[in-house]
């Protein structure tokens, strides 16, 4: 990591990553924006590079409240798409970006400029665990639907202007404990009504602009009239593993139809479950390296739709 001269990646004002991380979103600045490893020639050689089932990306013209199995596609290769961005009304996602070198140097620079903010010296100290980082590229007016994610972020906007919209998670008006549930193990999707938007708050941002997106808090996202690059610079907490986990095996024990009591309701039984759960996973994790094995996975856990975005899947 290049640590040499302390100036921080990322910045916020008001004293918000004391004051509000990890618990609530606010603005942020950053210098991510002009970068050459997020520029759209780089991106898309990166396209070229990686495994294909690590780019996800379809149509841009989607409601906010999309049906997952009514996703429109887009018929061209990915590197066609980032090539064609401009044109070709297209959202992409690339996913697992940290395993090239190079930008995993630059998402561990950003974060550690965000550990010294609140006073550590390292990332290990600040709580950064599973560190990973996630691609956008979006033609001009596309929306990201309305979903929720399972690790904290640091959303960083590249080029273009972006709406991005961000809910309460603990309103379960908004989202009930089931439907976390299945967007986590299932489709990341969620329902949307227009009842919602007042509760929203909107981020309205350009290049070197971004938000704190904390875990688990529903948002959606559309860009304006000109092709957007962002990136969400994301880490998993023990306690975040520890959740994710536990909503992992509740879907399963859900399907053998014995729906559970959300994380946390009872602890020592959490326990019990997660014990089980880490053992299952822990034979199964060495087939995850194979590409065909990743594939066969998710069809088995996500259902015939998980891997809508790989032609002849």
Same mark, same amino acid.
């Given at each position: ?5 302390? %100036?921080p990646v990322i910045a916020a004002a008001n004293e918000a990553l ?8 606010? @603005?942020? $600045? ?11 020639? $780089? ?18 013209? /989607? ?17 066609? /798409? +980032? ?16 395993? @090239? ?32 980082? *996630?691609?956008? %590229? ?17 959303? %960083?906007?590249?080029?273009?202007? &972006? *709406? ?10 908004? +989202? ?30 350009? !290049?070197?602009?971004?938000? *704190? ?7 959606? +996202? $559309? ?12 880490? &998993?907490?023990?306690? /975040? ?15 053998? !139809?014995?729906?559970? &009591? ?50 002849? @899947?």
């Open positions: 990591m290049n640590d040499s001269a302390h %100036v004391r004051r509000d991380f990890p618990l609530k979103p606010f @603005a942020i $600045r950053h210098r991510l924006a002009g970068h050459p490893l997020l520029t759209l020639p $780089r991106i898309a050689q990166l396209a070229a590079e990686l495994p294909r089932d690590l780019i996800e990306y379809n149509s841009g013209k /989607v409601a906010i409240s999309q049906d997952p199995d009514a996703i429109p596609t887009v018929d061209l290769d990915p590197v066609e /798409v +980032v090539k064609r961005i401009e044109t070709a009304g297209a959202w992409m996602v690339l996913k697992r970006v940290e395993n @090239a070198p190079e930008y995993r140097r630059l998402i561990e620079d950003a974060l550690l400029s965000v550990a010294r903010a609140r006073g550590f010296d390292s990332l290990s100290d600040a709580g950064f665990e599973q560190i990973e980082g *996630f691609l956008f %590229v979006s033609s001009p007016n596309s929306t990201t639907p309305f979903h929720l994610d399972s690790e904290d972020n640091f959303f %960083v906007q590249i080029h273009g202007e &972006k *709406f991005f919209t961000i809910y309460d998670n603990t309103d379960r008006r908004l +989202v009930s404990d089931d439907e976390i549930e299945r967007s986590m193990t299932k489709h990341r999707n969620l329902r949307y009504d227009e009842s919602f938007a007042p509760r929203g708050v909107e981020f309205h941002m350009f !290049g070197g602009d971004g938000c *704190f997106v904390p875990y688990q808090w529903p948002h959606w +996202v $559309r860009t304006a009239g000109s092709h957007s690059i962002s990136m969400a610079i994301t880490w &998993k907490t023990r306690e /975040v593993r520890r959740a994710n986990d536990l909503h992992f095996l509740n879907s399963m024990l859900r399907g053998l !139809g014995w729906p559970q &009591k959300p994380p946390g309701v009872q602890p020592a039984f959490d326990g019990v479950k997660l014990a089980f759960y880490r053992a299952g996973t822990t034979a199964v994790r060495p087939l995850r390296t194979s590409m065909t094995m990743r594939r066969i996975l998710r069809r088995i856990a996500l259902g015939k739709q998980a891997n809508y975005y790989l032609k002849d @899947a």
